[in-house]
């Protein structure tokens, strides 16, 4: 099944209901090893050594250091103690299989352990077989892989379960270094695939996940409180992408991104990296993802990007919703909140290139600030500066702003609507809709099963608007 559905996003536009009704499959199928000879290998920082024999929980190793081993093979788990923390990073080349990933993951005192042994007795036991936080990873050194932590350079593995905290920020970058475009505390490297990172967490990790390799799932992760920029003209950002047929969904992001610099604010949640020399991106999805504060939830920084589709999200943040040079991009049932201050971005769209950017927008909600618009208005170009995307391709969405009664900022169309969407506590930043919305059954479906909370949607016939339906 996970490779049908690799074929599928390679060689056309996904069936998206396909994905989201058969992605817990494609899950369970990764997240566990293959039978037959598949071995796990334990780690613990606590009562490890390197020299163990590494193969059970009474004789773990201690450190990443046997992970630069060419000894991993299709099917292996790799498992640290729950409570455990390191530093440092290493350089992973060893690959799975489709049908048997390689999973990176943690582990647990087993409950046998707990029922034979007395309350007084358990403190050494639970430091001795895991107990606690999640596996906690640093690279807190620029000179150690760039502050990579993870550099993948294998195919077929999962990592998943993992915390990663304070990373290194570059001594700085231009366009003869590129520093930026090293970092990541997971690394994706060029010309791998069919990678999965989920469940893990990302605090402080100025670019947490670095996608140069193509048909990875970035899913169900954590991303969180990193506020200082990388350098004078990059903000922090938690996903840089380069590379084709990459998924990111279901992810919760929190305050990504900084004041200051030349744009004013930088740094988000996405970034199609063109910067980067081996840039390549399109057939990028993004769905069902939850952004709160951050500043900006997608750049697109580069030129002729196309089928990126963003779908069924909530941005409740600052700056832009997508932002970019020439881009072709689909927009489908986002609820797009834009009343956090200061707002430096004063448009939802933005783009560099306004005669060769295309996007398709339907069944979205804008709720905007009063001095916030979001199509418009269109100003003349002058240099490489950033104007509004103006007339796109749009219909069946709803634009609000309180005390303004132009939010759209360019003539709406008739099946368009500007009026109140009625969510159930805007104060308390609840945007699901009420039962009297006027955004219910106003919009046509997009072959999506689940609405952002997992509720089901309709396959046919009128649909919410927006990334909540009604139940």
Not at 53 to 77: A, H
Not at 175 to 192: D, H, P, R
Not at 325 to 342: A, C, H, L, Y
Request: proline share 5%.
């Amino acid at each position: 099944m996970y490779m049908s559905l690799l074929n599928f996003l390679t060689n056309k536009w996904f069936s998206f209901g396909w994905i989201l009704r058969n992605v817990w499959a494609v899950y369970f199928l990764c997240a566990y090893p293959g039978e037959g000879g598949a071995t796990s290998y334990f780690i613990n920082s606590l009562v490890g050594n390197d020299e163990n024999i590494g193969t059970s929980m009474e004789l773990p190793w201690k450190s990443l250091v046997n992970l630069g081993r060419d000894i991993f093979q299709p099917g292996d788990s790799i498992l640290f103690a729950k409570g455990s923390s390191y530093k440092g990073g290493v350089i992973f080349s060893c690959s799975g299989t489709n049908d048997n990933p390689i999973t990176i993951s943690h582990y647990s005192t087993p409950p046998d352990i707990i029922m034979k042994n007395p309350r007084k007795d358990l403190s050494p036991l639970l430091k001795k077989y895991g107990a606690g936080r999640l596996p906690a990873f640093s690279n807190p050194k620029w000179e150690f892989l760039n502050g990579n932590i993870f550099r993948i350079e294998g195919n077929c593995i999962v990592i998943d379960g993992l915390y990663f905290h304070d990373n290194a920020n570059p001594p700085g970058s231009n366009k003869k270094s590129k520093n930026v475009q090293k970092m990541g505390a997971i690394y994706l490297a060029l010309g791998t695939h069919h990678n999965i990172v989920k469940n893990c967490e990302f605090e402080n990790t100025p670019v947490a996940v670095k996608v140069k390799g193509t048909h990875n799932l970035i899913t169900r992760n954590y991303f969180h409180d990193t506020y200082e920029p990388m350098a004078e003209s990059w903000g922090p950002i938690a996903i840089m992408i380069v590379s084709a047929h990459n998924e990111i969904s279901y992810n919760h992001i929190a305050n990504y991104g900084s004041y200051g610099g030349p744009y004013g604010s930088d740094g988000g949640v996405i970034e199609l990296d063109g910067v980067d020399d081996d840039f390549d991106a399109h057939h990028i999805h993004i769905h069902h993802n939850i952004s709160v504060n951050n500043h900006g939830f997608i750049e697109i920084a580069a030129r002729d990007v196309d089928h990126v589709r963003v779908a069924y999200n909530l941005s409740d943040d600052r700056n832009q919703f997508i932002g970019g040079g020439s881009m072709k991009v689909e927009v489908f049932n986002n609820t797009i909140i834009r009343t956090r201050e200061p707002n430096i971005d004063r448009f939802v769209f933005w783009t560099f290139d306004p005669e060769k950017t295309f996007l398709n927008i339907r069944n979205n909600i804008f709720y905007v600030a009063s001095d916030v618009q979001v199509l418009g208005p269109v100003k003349e170009q002058i240099g490489h500066m950033r104007v509004a995307i103006g007339n796109q391709k749009r219909s069946r969405n709803i634009y609000y702003s309180p005390g303004n009664t132009d939010p759209v900022g360019i003539p709406h169309q008739k099946d368009d609507w500007v009026i109140d969407p009625l969510f159930v506590d805007i104060n308390n930043r609840n945007f699901r809709l009420k039962k009297s919305s006027p955004a219910r059954k106003r919009g046509f479906s997009f072959g999506y099963t689940h609405d952002l909370d997992m509720y089901p949607v309709a396959i046919k016939g009128k649909i919410d608007l927006g990334a909540y339906m009604f139940e």
